[in-house]
C-alpha cells in the first residue's frame, strides 16, 4: 500500500535562507508524486510533480524536488525564502489501484521570520 | 478563465439541517472530488467521480451524499446523519484518474 510521511509539522527559517521539507513515501510500484501549498483559508495550489520523467522537479515559485528512488524521499527545496511562502505544504502520492485516490501527508507548516 | 468554483465561501447551518455545498468546474475534466480538512490535519477524501452518473465512496462517506449530472458539477450534500459537519470542505477535479488535481478555494461550514 502506498503511504506518504511528512517528517516536521512545523519548519521556521528566516527570509533570505533556504529552505527543506522531507517527504518520505512509501510505495509498491513507481508512484507520482506532488507538492501542494495551501495558503490560510484557501484552496491547494500544485507547486510541482513528479512522473518519472526527470528526477529533479522545478515548480512554481522557486520551488524544486528531488526524487530519489534509493532514499524513497520527495524533499521539496527551495534557496531562498521569502515571507509569502509561509504556509502549510502537503505532500501527496498516487495510489495505483483502481480507485486513483490521492494520499496526503500530514503537512508542513512553514513560518518565514522577518 | 478556468478553473474551480465553490459556493459558499462561508455556511452557517442549524443543527438538524441538510445543506449542499456547490462545486462547478470549466476544465473539461472527467475526475471530481471531495475532501473535508480539520483544523492542523490532512485531507480526507469524501466521495470521488470518475465518471458523469458515477461515484465512489472515500474513506468518510457516512452522512455525505453525492450527485453527478453533469460533467461540469459535482455537488456535496451534508446530512443531519453527519454528527461533526463542522470543517473546510474542498472540492478538486483532475483530467483523468493518476493526474494531478486541482482544487476550488473551499467551503468552510459551521454548524450553530
Known amino acids: 500500500a502506498q503511504s506518504v510521511t511528512q517528517l516536521d509539522s512545523h519548519v521556521s527559517v528566516s527570509e533570505g535562507t533556504p529552505v527543506l521539507l522531507r517527504c518520505n513515501y512509501s510505495s509498491s510500484y513507481s508512484p507520482s508524486l506532488f507538492w501542494y501549498v495551501q495558503h490560510p483559508n484557501k484552496g491547494l495550489q500544485l507547486l510541482l510533480k513528479?512522473?518519472?520523467?526527470?528526477?529533479l522537479v522545478k515548480g512554481i515559485n522557486g520551488f524544486e524536488a528531488e526524487f530519489k528512488k534509493s532514499e524513497t524521499s520527495f524533499h521539496l527545496t527551495k534557496p531562498s525564502a521569502h515571507m509569502s511562502d509561509a504556509a502549510e505544504y502537503f505532500c501527496?502520492?498516487?495510489?495505483?489501484?483502481?480507485?486513483?485516490?490521492?494520499?496526503f501527508g500530514s503537512g508542513t507548516r512553514l513560518l518565514v521570520r522577518p | 478563465d478556468g478553473g474551480i468554483t465553490q459556493s459558499p465561501k462561508y455556511l452557517f447551518r442549524k443543527e438538524g439541517q441538510n445543506v449542499t455545498l456547490s462545486c462547478e468546474q470549466n476544465?473539461?475534466?472527467?475526475?471530481m472530488y471531495w475532501y473535508r480538512q480539520d483544523p492542523g490535519q490532512g485531507l480526507r477524501l469524501i466521495y470521488y467521480s470518475q465518471i458523469v452518473n458515477d461515484f465512489q465512496k472515500g474513506d468518510i462517506a457516512e452522512g455525505y451524499s453525492v450527485s453527478r449530472e453533469k460533467k461540469e458539477s459535482f455537488p456535496l450534500t451534508v446530512t443531519s446523519a453527519q454528527k461533526n459537519p463542522t470543517a473546510f470542505y474542498l472540492c478538486?477535479?483532475?483530467?483523468?484518474?493518476?493526474?494531478?488535481?486541482?482544487f476550488g478555494p473551499g467551503t468552510r461550514l459551521t454548524v450553530l
Open positions: 476544465l473539461n475534466h472527467d475526475a
Open positions: 478538486a477535479s483532475s483530467e483523468t484518474g493518476y493526474n494531478e488535481q486541482f
Open positions: 513528479y512522473t518519472s520523467a526527470a528526477t
Open positions: 501527496v502520492v498516487t495510489t495505483m489501484d483502481s480507485s486513483y485516490k490521492l494520499i
